[in-house]
Nanobody, 123 residues
Framework: QVQLVESGGGLVQAGASLRLSCAASGGTFTRYAMGWFRQAPGKEREFVATISRSGETTYYADSVKGRFAVSRDNAKNTVYLQMNSLTPEDTAVYFC????????????????WGQGTQVTVSS
C-alpha cells in the first residue's frame, strides 16, 4: 500500500486560503485515485474532493464546490487541496486517501490514509 503524509494545515482567519499537500510513497502513484476527507470534532468523517489518476476528473462535495480545488502532480507523487474563502465550518482534520484505479466519494473504498493535518478557521 502507498504511504501518505499530509502537510499545510494551520490556523487562519475566515476568508483566508490554505493549500494542503499530500505526498505519497511506496507505490506507483499513477495507479491511485486520490481523495480528501475531513473530520470535525464530534462529527463523522466526510468526503471533500477526489481526483482521478490522470487528474482529468475531479468531484467535490457540495459544501466546498467553487471554493476548493483538488489537483495532483504525478511527477512529484503529490496531491493538493487548494482551499479558498475558508469559513469556521471548514475547521477539521483533513485526511488524504488513496484508492486503486477509480475515484470514489465513500471513505470505505479507500485503502490507504494519511495521518491528517489540522485546519482551524477563526471567525
Amino acid at each position: 500500500q502507498v504511504q501518505l503524509v499530509e502537510s499545510g494545515g494551520g490556523l487562519v482567519q475566515a476568508g483566508a486560503s490554505l493549500r494542503l499537500s499530500c505526498a505519497a510513497s511506496g507505490g506507483t502513484f499513477t495507479r491511485y485515485a486520490m481523495g480528501w476527507f475531513r473530520q470535525a470534532p464530534g462529527k463523522e468523517r466526510e468526503f471533500v474532493a477526489t481526483i482521478s489518476r490522470s487528474g482529468e476528473t475531479t468531484y467535490y462535495a457540495d459544501s466546498v464546490k467553487g471554493r476548493f480545488a483538488v489537483s495532483r502532480d504525478n511527477a512529484k507523487n503529490t496531491v493538493y487541496l487548494q482551499m479558498n474563502s475558508l469559513t469556521p465550518e471548514d475547521t477539521a482534520v483533513y485526511f488524504c486517501a488513496a484508492r486503486r484505479y477509480e475515484i470514489a466519494s465513500l471513505s470505505y473504498y479507500y485503502d490507504s490514509w494519511g495521518q491528517g493535518t489540522q485546519v482551524t478557521v477563526s471567525s
